[in-house]
Structure formats: structure tokens, C-alpha cells
């Protein structure tokens, strides 16, 4: 599962409560005048990685981390748990 997945998987699992009472107002910003500088476009670059497991790696790292186990933390330790499994193939 990607991260986003068991984030989603984690929210669905463990609701997080509307706030009760006051409605909480977001106020306008205005950003022109924030003194922030403006970018025309805000991208995130991931690097491509040609770094794949093999069908014996795969089936190692299922046997050693189940992403439907019980998680405290929505999932990170999951994920945590994943990436440090892989890194054993891997020389970063």
C-alpha cells in the first residue's frame, strides 16, 4: 500500500470528531499582501527510481509486514516498517 493509503485506511479506521459547539471560521487571506512571494506554480519533483524487488524480495517483505496489521500511528509504523524492511536489498 502506498503512504496515502494507509493514511486513508487510518482516518477511516479512527474518525477524527467534528468540533462541537462553535463553528471554527478560517479567515480570509490575503495574499498579495502577506509579503510572501508569489509563485506562479508549486510542484514537488520525485525522482524516478529504477529500484524494483524481485518476486522473491516481494514475497519476503509480504511475509514480514502486513499492511491491514493494527496500527497506533494511521499507518506510519506500517510504512516505517516497509522501508526499512527494503532497505536491507538497497544501498542508499
Not at 471560521?25 to 510572501?36: Q, T, Y
Not at 499492511?67 to 522501508?83: E, H, Q, R
Request: proline share 9%.
Amino acid at each position: 500500500m502506498t503512504p496515502i493509503q494507509l493514511w486513508v485506511l487510518g482516518r477511516t479506521h479512527h474518525p477524527i470528531p467534528e468540533p462541537h459547539g462553535e463553528l471554527t471560521e478560517i479567515p480570509e487571506i490575503e495574499w498579495e499582501d502577506s509579503g510572501l512571494p508569489l509563485h506562479e506554480e508549486s510542484n514537488v519533483t520525485v525522482p524516478n527510481s529504477n529500484l524494483q524487488l524481485t518476486d522473491k524480495q516481494m514475497a519476503a517483505l509480504r511475509n514480514a509486514v502486513n499492511p491491514k496489521a493494527t496500527s497506533l500511528s494511521s499507518g506510519c509504523d506500517i510504512y516505517i516498517a516497509a522501508v526499512q524492511f527494503c532497505e536491507q536489498f538497497f544501498t542508499m
